[in-house]
T-cell receptor, first 117, second 115 residues
Framework: AQTVTQSQPEMSVQEAETVTLSCTYD???????LFWYKQPPSRQMILVIR??????QNATENRFSVNFQKAAKSFSLKISDSQLGDAAMYFC??????????????FGEGTQLTVNP | DSGVTQTPKHLITATGQRVTLRCSPR?????VYWYQQSLDQGLQFLIQ???????AKGNILERFSAQQFPDLHSELNLSSLELGDSALYFC??????????????FGPGTRLTVL
């Protein structure tokens, strides 16, 4: 079974600064997807960014980018120019690309990000 | 707004009772997923349905059951409720269920409190 670990329960950053959230995962599969989800106080789950394991290029979405290290099974999220609206719980998630696993998401424990003005 | 609707938003009940949570997927989505978010267990996958058929099963208790109806809405039934079942229950939907990437869109969740 796959596992996802987020070793930083809490992180804080100053507004306009850059912060990196860490995530490691364990899998024996070669094809999979990785995601970062944001959960603001409203509790809504919002997809921030995704990475396909077969792609070497790191995904980028505006101020959000990832550092995907497949061999190290590491998938960190960098938030540049942090904004007050970025304050939320961030979850790293794994999805197998194998049919037999369905499309379930396996989540990490989450990192609570605080943005200080 | 993700397009996924869940009812009710909040539910307060007593131990031993049974409740039903309802989910309507986005228009055109055939897959429905149920996730539980609790302080103890974190965010975990319960079950997935695709076009009315069970597709994958996660850490779902025997006291819990789900189904997807012909109109594609889904219901999660929780019975013999225990205090530990208090959690936020999310429904998500996606177009497909195969190996290709299909983004899962999450509903706003149903907050269940068992007293």
């Amino acid at each position: 079974a796959q596992t996802v670990t987020q070793s930083q329960p809490e992180m804080s950053v100053q507004e306009a600064e850059t912060v990196t959230l860490s995530c490691t995962y364990d899998t024996s599969e070669s094809d999979y997807y990785l995601f970062w989800y944001k959960q603001p106080p409203s509790r809504q789950m919002i997809l921030v960014i995704r990475q396909e394991a077969y792609k070497q290029q790191n995904a980028t979405e505006n101020r959000f980018s990832v550092n995907f290290q497949k061999a190290a099974k590491s998938f960190s999220l960098k938030i540049s120019d942090s904004q007050l609206g970025d304050a939320a719980m961030y979850f790293c998630a794994y999805r197998s690309a194998w049919e037999t696993s369905g499309s379930r998401l396996t989540f990490g424990e989450g990192t609570q990000l605080t943005v200080n003005p | 707004d993700s397009g996924v609707t869940q009812t009710p938003k909040h539910l307060i009940t007593a131990t031993g009772q049974r409740v039903t949570l309802r989910c309507s997927p986005r228009s055109g989505d055939l897959s429905v997923y149920w996730y539980q978010q609790s302080l103890d267990q974190g965010l975990q996958f319960l079950i997935q349905y695709y076009n009315g058929e069970e597709r994958a099963k996660g850490n779902i208790l025997e006291r819990f059951s789900a189904q997807q109806f012909p109109d594609l809405h889904s219901e999660l039934n929780l019975s013999s409720l225990e205090l530990g079942d208090s959690a936020l229950y999310f429904c998500a939907s996606s177009v497909g269920a195969g190996v290709d990437y299909n983004e899962q869109f999450f509903g706003p969740g149903t907050r269940l409190t068992v007293l």
